[in-house]
């Protein structure tokens, strides 16, 4: 292996990507436009969620506990109601989320220590939002009129994100998922893209060998997702304010480990089809669409069918999102963080030398 033939195969592709500012453009900004969309449209907080109210006793009591409900900033009143239809109805057309329902007699039986039921109706058609709404519900009227502390104080502590934001948990995961959007779609087209026009048959004809040649396309597409995530990490610290409580050099650091297992996936396709349709195909099934539903970035993994826990440990995504949810949120460092890290290695190692096996293979 010859660096001088690698690093003319890195400056013919950089001359090839510069020739082409519309698809360098698109390749940063593209990114960034991701991180904004899924910041701001995924959520998981549970603020002003909309509230109705059936109250059949109309007494001080009742309203005490409605002004309880409002007071918490998890709910808004939306609407009152005369009738159980019409509290059924508001909850089929969406108007609202919870409906409260307070039976005649409430304040009655609060007042002779009996127990008081009152019916929370909460639609579960969105079971996540479903169950927190029920939660806080379910607390505000258990907590109402209790007079006498219980005989054991809960001291119940959030660590890691005590303001339960959503973002702080979101755009952590993001930095894993978006790099594994473009990165590999950007290489599997470029070289794809030679051998639709037959030019890499000058390659095959040269004394290039595979290792020389890959390694000469990995590098520039390697430095263009490098500076994906930069930006990516820079506008999530700074206009998402998503705390940083680890080191941010280890984060870059395993970064540009996890950039080569992306370009690296990338390769791999490029060696297996010819087209560019079926490369970018492959690519989004490979990449991307794990990188959404078997990376831990919205669902949790421990919550899947155990044969399902084990195939999301073939898709590398899982373990950066992991990766970077513990850097940032936990401050975790290498010691605690040092499988994730060893498994990207790996992997990258594993998908590079495959992807040089299959180029072998087509010069042969």
Known sequence: MKLSRIFAIVENETKEIVRDPVTVAVALLIPLVMLFLFGYAISFDVDNVAMGVLDHDRSAESRALVDRFLASGYFAMAESYQSAIEAETALQRGAVTLALII???????????????????????????????????????????????????????????????????????????????????LTALAITREKETGSIQQIFASPVTPVEFLSGKLIPYGLIAFLQIVMVIAVGFLW??????????????????????????????????????????????????????????????????YVLQLYTRLFPAQYFVDFSRGVVLKGAGLAELWPSVLLLLTYTLVIFALAVWRFKKKVA
Request: proline share 9%; charged share 5%; aromatic share 12%.
């Open 103 to 185: 039976p005649p007699g409430f304040a009655d039986q609060l007042a002779g220590g009996e127990p008081a039921p009152v019916q929370a109706l909460v639609d579960g058609t969105f079971s996540a939002t479903a169950n927190l709404v029920a939660a806080y519900a379910n607390a505000i009227i258990t907590g109402f009129g209790v007079q006498t502390a219980p005989p054991i104080e809960v001291a119940a502590r959030v660590w890691y994100n005590p303001a339960l934001r959503s973002v702080n948990f979101v755009v952590p995961g993001l930095f894993g998922v978006i790099l594994m959007a473009f990165p590999p779609l």
């Open 240 to 305: 998402f304010a998503v705390p940083l409580k680890g080191s941010l050099g280890l984060l870059f650091g395993v970064g540009m480990i996890y950039v080569f297992t992306t370009v690296g996936i990338g390769l791999l396709v490029s060696t297996i089809t010819s087209s560019q349709l079926v490369a970018m195909l492959l690519t989004l099934i490979l990449s991307l669409m794990p990188s959404f539903l078997f990376s831990g970035f919205l669902f949790p993994i421990f919550t899947m069918p």
